[in-house]
């Protein structure tokens, strides 16, 4: 089961990110689901390998109800049928009953972040299947992530305790940042600000705190990860900061695009990258070992999200268009290093 929810997952990225290309014109294959390219990206494909992830940690056969459910939520957005808002919302339902198992199980600053992400996440999916506007519960979908991500790094920090004062702080911004993301979904746009200045701490907290500090003066694998953590940490600082500012961007156009993907981008995609290493062998039972061809991905997805965001920021569609194909293809790259990682790591292996 696992594998073909995988191999669903797979589908679904290279429709969503063919959607979002053809939101900026540069192809027209899967243009008919480019007004699904966020959901299919942040429900159908990272809210179901994240799902994965946790059902791998709870190592209960029901905790895949909740990929299982996710992955047919993007099923039913491809095939152009009724109910992927209400399969989606089931999924996460389910993803939340997964974390508070986990929560019963152990009662951490952690477990609890998890919780209080997939009930964002389910927040904002309901408000979808209710036909609530994308932009308007876009920053609930961040929220998912950036609690999810950050709930991991103090997993992974557990040998490098933070400050007792650091853990309430970090739960209470979580909170806050959990709570404006949900009155957002709701209509209340004056959250917007709060919730910037909560994403921003969050950025700030994890340059501060973050286990990759340490990491990053190792060789190998923990400096590749940890760099790929602090440059994640810095576009969320960055962004949230912009939210702050700016407020609720319109619901299309330029400032949209730069407010959203900073974080989709700038964290997600950039955490994704670090995190490789670990997440394949958990979820698709692929080991990644170090080669500097790793790197590859993480620098294509930086340089191109600077260039859409200069675009971004001088109206400039032809640049704006560059970055975001470079954002594209950044993946591609990055699969590519891993498969190279993969061959010359077992060559050198045969050889010695
Ligand atoms: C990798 C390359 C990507 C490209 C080329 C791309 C492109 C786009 C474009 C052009 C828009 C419309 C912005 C506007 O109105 O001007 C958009 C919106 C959006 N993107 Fe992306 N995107 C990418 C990655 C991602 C990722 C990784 C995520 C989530 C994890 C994501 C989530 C969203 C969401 C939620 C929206 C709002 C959708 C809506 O309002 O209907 N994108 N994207």
Aim: proline share 6%; hydrophobic share 60%.
């Amino acid at each position: 089961m696992r594998r073909g929810i995988l191999l669903a997952a797979a589908a679904t990225a290279l429709v969503g990110v063919l959607a979002g290309l053809a939101r900026v014109g540069v192809t027209t294959a899967a243009l008919s689901h480019a007004p699904s390219h966020g959901p299919l990206l942040v429900l159908g494909l990272f809210g179901t390998v994240i799902s994965i992830e946790r059902a791998v940690a709870l190592a209960h056969p029901l905790a895949y109800a909740a990929p299982a459910l996710l992955a047919a939520s993007a099923g039913a957005m491809l095939g152009g049928l009724r109910g992927a808002g209400w399969l989606a919302v089931a999924g996460a339902g389910a993803l939340v009953g997964v974390n508070a198992a986990v929560v019963r199980r152990q009662r951490a600053p952690f477990t609890w972040m998890m919780l209080g992400g997939a009930l964002v996440l389910t927040a904002g999916a309901a408000a979808w299947a209710l036909g609530r506007p994308v932009a308007e519960l876009a920053p609930a979908w961040m929220t998912f992530f950036v609690l999810t991500i950050v709930a991991e790094r103090l997993e992974l920090s557990r040998l490098a305790p933070t400050p007792r004062w650091a853990s309430r702080a970090l739960v209470a911004v979580a909170s806050l940042v959990g709570a404006a993301s949900v009155a957002l979904a709701g209509g209340v746009g004056g959250a917007a600000r709060p919730l910037g200045l909560g994403l921003a701490t969050l950025g700030v907290w994890q340059l501060r705190f973050d286990l990759a500090r340490r990491t990053a003066r190792l060789p190998g694998l923990p400096r590749y990860s940890a760099i790929g953590v602090l440059a994640g940490a810095g576009w969320l600082t960055v962004t949230g900061a912009a939210w702050a500012y700016w407020g609720a961007p319109p619901p299309a156009g330029p400032r949209y695009d730069a407010l959203l993907h900073g974080v989709f981008v700038g964290y997600v995609l950039a955490m994704v990258m670090a995190h490789a290493p670990i997440i394949l062998p958990a979820v698709a039972r692929v080991e990644v070992p170090y080669h500097p061809a790793l790197w590859a991905g993480p620098l294509v997805l930086h340089a191109g999200l600077v260039v859409r965001l200069v675009g971004d920021a001088a109206g400039d569609v032809t640049v704006r268009r560059a970055g975001s194909i470079a954002n594209a293809a950044a993946l591609l790259v990055f699969v590519a290093g891993v498969v190279a990682a993969r061959a010359l790591s077992r060559a050198r292996r045969r050889g010695a």
